[in-house]
């Protein structure tokens, strides 16, 4: 018996596995190694301003990014969690230039990739704001047991089996999807262990929030500008709210919950935008999708739907309430 009808996130996905009689388990533990990296990451996130682990690691990202201990510290856990476990063959991080192939005997046999950025909206992590990890888990399109190749790694965000992001927020909660619906589990520390909180959540068609790096306004095209001028004009019908931490599983969440859209569109000097397809785009427009939402580039194009040519593609982002990204592209499409 449950007490309190308490779900935790190991009894939900057991269920969800139970219904799937051909299901051999794999991902279920691949769940509960991202869910162990997630403790451990939390652990560190939570003690990051009492050790030494905040601030410049000293060195740059493959993106030419400064890069922060704890992006490294978190790399190298959920790294180690996948790797221990035994059923993942390979991972693509944002803090690693190429595929990490995991060749140990534990999982030779084994069909999982997951692509993840370990540690997102990290400029936010020395002023004591919400911070991620993103995760995406693909199956390999070559044979079990061979080299992973970057066939196998550069699926189009439609092939994913599933996605979502950890929060360490005034919570830690985990989002994520496998294809049936958004199901958000909140970290109980006194036990533990993560428990469903946010049943089959589903963003709300419209909203009245706007979360873009409005600093960049200059740099964008007309249409976005257009877009924005409206979303400012205080006479259409609802007034609208800017809201933007420059975190984006933060933003994104609250956009998801309270219904919103999260933009970040090229730049004259960024002709991609700034985040990445594989590590952000991908995940988020997956969760987005399965919640009831839209997540394009802005000129109609689904994330979902863009053939990945290199692991650190970059790719305009406009996502959340459909109604909202809807009215979003009514601009952008009028060049
Ligand atoms: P990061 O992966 O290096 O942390 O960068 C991604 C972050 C996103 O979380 C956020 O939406 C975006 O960068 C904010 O960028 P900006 O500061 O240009 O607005
Ligand atoms: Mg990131």
Redesign the pocket.
Known sequence: MRINQVISLSQFIADQQSKHPEATGDLSKIFRDIKFGAKIVNRDVRKAGLVDILGAHGTVNVQG?EVKKLDIIANEEFKSSLTLGGDCCAIIS?EEEDIHHIETTLNQDSKYIIAM?PL????NIDVNASIGTIFSVYQRISPVGGPVTMEDVLQKGSNQVAAGYIIYGSSTMIVFTTGQGVNAFTLDASIGDFLLSHPDIQIPKDGTIYSI?DGNYDRFDQGVKNYLDYCRNSKIKKPYSARYI????S?FHRNLLKGGIFM?PSTSDATEG??RLMF?SNPMAFVTEQAGGKATTGDGTRILDIEPTEIHQRNPVFMGSPDMVDKAESFIKVK
């Open positions: 990014e944002e950025d997102d909206g990290s400029s790096n420059g975190s984006m599983v933003d970040y700034k985040l952000e």
